[in-house]
Nanobody, 124 residues
């Protein structure tokens, strides 16, 4: 069992930055690929970024490439999402998720564990 807790959300002006953190419990963090997803009001949950077990491979949604960076610290059982040049359309609840490396990709169905989410609001 893996428990995930996101933090770092809040209100930020357009063009600003925010770093989200996702702390995990359990001794198997380093066995899981980690992803960040987001869900805006009235919209489906969408993929944002994914990082491999070792951290050597990262994948991003096209709309966040060059602005967001996903990283992980396996010693601290934590995954991060650094968000720069934020836009109002980035406003959403952001979720982190853990999944087996061979199952997890850009689809939410490939992830086994989810956090409760943290709200990010970008004002124009």
């Amino acid at each position: 069992q893996v428990q995930l807790v996101e933090s770092g959300g809040g209100l930020v002006q357009a063009g600003g930055s925010r770093r989200l953190s996702c702390s995990t419990s359990g001794r198997t963090f380093s066995s899981y690929a980690m992803g960040w997803f987001r869900q805006a009001p009235g919209k489906e949950r969408e993929f944002v970024a994914r990082i491999s077990v070792s951290g050597g491979i990262t994948t991003y949604q096209d709309s966040v490439k060059g602005r967001f960076t996903i990283s992980r610290d396996n010693a601290k059982n934590t995954v991060y999402l650094q968000m720069n040049s934020l836009k109002p359309e980035d406003t959403a609840v952001y979720y982190c998720a853990a999944g087996r490396p061979y199952n997890s990709g850009t689809s939410a169905t490939g992830y086994d564990y989810w956090g409760q989410g943290t709200q990010v609001t970008v004002s124009s």
